[in-house]
């Protein structure tokens, strides 16, 4: 028998939940500065109790052709996507609108 979420009353199987969240996302986008003036992309603000946080940042850097690492429910990319890593986000299903660049 399949599992039933108690939030939305549905089997886990159909994966709504996972949409649900990632419209209900505050997510902020910075670029930071690394050793020697290396520049690097900041994704924070993405819970990883309702969003599987490791495979989103798999396809990111997949996407991106860079390296980078998931830690402390923070995506860092290696180089300045800020402006690519939210058109990607928004293709993956997340809220424009919450979707913030510094």
């Known amino acids: 028998m399949p599992e039933i979420d108690p939030i939305t009353g ?8 996972e949409s649900i969240a990632k419209e209900t996302q505050i997510i902020e986008i910075k670029r930071i500065k690394k050793k020697f003036g290396k520049i690097a992309t900041l994704i924070e603000g993405i819970n990883k109790k309702e969003i599987d946080i490791k495979d989103l940042g798999k396809k990111l850097k997949s996407k991106f ?9 923070k995506i860092e990319l290696q180089g300045d996507h800020a402006e690519a890593t939210k058109k990607e986000l928004i293709k993956f299903g997340f809220n424009p609108d919450s979707i913030r660049i510094r």
């Open 65 to 73: 052709a860079c390296g980078g690492t998931i830690k402390d429910n």
């Open 10 to 17: 549905l089997p886990k199987d159909l994966g709504i939940w």
